[in-house]
């Protein structure tokens, strides 16, 4: 089975390295802003000959938005607009003008509703301060060194890696992965290179194919499983808050940038915002790790898992828990275990947004017709039911498995989970053996909020 993955390492760049990189950067920065003033000059042109009343047939020709004809209007013009075009790899300029490409291509579709998601708004120019620096390469000499301790990418040279690329570097050296791109970025602080490359991977199985699981993801526990178990939430964010606020507080206090005045920042400001930036950089670090840790073993293990497609926007504009959701990672959880499974021979399936899993009962299937975030412990008035919420709702998450198409046909909803929950409803769950007990009591967790 091929599939497509990033190998991303640390890097340990020497100044002058971190110079030409920054230069790389700063090239693809200015491609990209010539090609979206040019592209929005010539819409601007065509829109006032329009309401001049020029025929369609006589109006300034247009400029195509496909990363070609964006090429082609670089090279034509880069002698005048960058006489320096020649310090620096093509491959810097091609990664400006193809995320202008990209980003031109989603705002058009989005416009004509042929775009999924979200609205998309029209791109905006790029600055030196708040752009991340990032280039990309796709041509030329990618490759990492026998001692697997170096990287060697086009124009840049041999780079050093903070850690050992074996993994990396015996796949291609067995045959079974090839190097198609490589993107060279600061992130927190830190310059990393992350390689696109292309596995052959073999074909695997959980290690019990007929198991399922549903997981109902929440802030009082991190995910309850339907097994049981509980894995708790580490709030990494909210275990850093006191240094993040400690750092923002001496941030605020030195000399930083002033657009207006043309006042430049001091060196403690860029030192203090660079510990910053380390900080946040350290929280995200952990979160991934956590994450990772428990979809691969979830993928690994069950051969068929069962998660709720959740209004993750819409939850975070709840700002009492907005923290605390961005901080779980619901929607990363669910991308990693929708890739991970597959590499592992299961199937993820999603439940309906509106399928009531928190208030459907796990043992009789009465819902409720409303159920707070205060009530911890699920209480059916029908079966007597006692159970915490969280475990109840991925009971039913586990149930609705035996309902479900097969896997990729989209979110999977039961009879009345279509449409939000009516006072007296019934939701009929079919049951799977083994996977939903017998027991009406259950014991109570600790109190907090959850989603």
């Known amino acids: 089975m091929k599939t497509v993955q990033a190998y991303r390492f640390a890097l340990d760049l020497t100044a002058g390295q971190e110079r030409l990189v920054l230069a790389h950067a700063g090239a693809a920065r200015v491609a990209y802003n010539w090609a979206l003033a040019r592209v929005k000059a010539v819409m601007d042109q065509r829109a006032a000959e329009r309401s001049y009343g020029v025929p369609e047939d006589q109006l300034t020709a247009a400029l195509g938005w496909s990363l070609a004809a964006l090429r082609r209007a670089w090279n034509a013009a880069k002698g005048e607009v960058a006489p320096w075009w020649r310090e620096c790899s093509k491959e810097a300029y091609n990664t400006g003008l193809d995320a202008l490409a990209r980003g031109l291509k989603n705002w058009a579709k989005s416009r004509s509703g042929t775009r999924a998601g979200r609205s998309v708004g029209f791109p905006r120019f790029k600055s030196r301060r708040r752009a991340v620096p990032s280039v990309r390469f796709t041509t030329g000499v990618i490759r990492v060194d026998p001692d697997r301790k170096h990287v060697v990418l086009p124009r840049l040279g041999r780079l050093k890696l903070h850690e050992s690329a074996r993994k990396l570097a015996r796949r291609v050296e067995a045959g079974t992965a090839r190097i198609m791109s490589a993107t060279v970025r600061r992130d927190g602080g830190r310059w990393h290179v992350a390689f696109t490359v292309e596995v052959e991977r073999p074909e695997r199985r959980a290690a019990r194919p007929e198991s399922l699981v549903g997981v109902d ?149 009465t819902v409720k017709a409303k159920l707070t975030l205060a009530e911890r412990i699920y209480t059916c008035t029908t079966c007597g039911l006692l159970l915490d919420r969280d475990l109840n709702a991925a009971r039913n998450l586990a149930a609705l498995a035996g309902e479900a198409t097969p896997a990729g046909s989209g979110p999977v909803a039961g009879r009345g989970a279509d449409h939000k929950t009516r006072p007296g409803g019934q939701v009929a769950v079919k049951r799977q053996p083994g996977t939903v007990p017998a027991g009406k009591t259950g014991t109570a967790p600790p109190q907090g909020a959850a989603a």
């Open 217 to 365: 993801v929440g802030i009082a526990h991190l995910a309850a499983l339907s097994t049981g178990e509980l894995v708790p939430n580490p709030r990494h964010l909210g275990g850093a808050q006191h240094r993040l606020r400690s750092l923002g507080r001496a941030l605020s206090r030195k000399v930083g940038p002033d657009r207006r005045t043309g006042q430049r920042p001091s060196n403690r400001w860029r030192r203090t915002q660079q510990r910053l930036a380390r900080a946040h950089a350290r929280v995200a670090n952990l979160r991934r790790d956590g994450l990772h840790k428990l979809t691969t073993r979830l993928a690994r293990e069950h051969g068929t898992i069962v998660v709720e497609d959740l209004n993750v926007a819409g939850m975070l504009a709840n700002r009492r828990l907005a923290r605390h959701v961005a901080d779980a990672g619901f929607f990363e959880l669910r991308r990693q275990l929708a890739y991970k499974t597959q590499w592992n021979g299961g199937r993820l399936i999603v439940a309906d947004r509106w399928y009531p899993s928190s208030k459907t009962c796990s043992g009789c299937g």
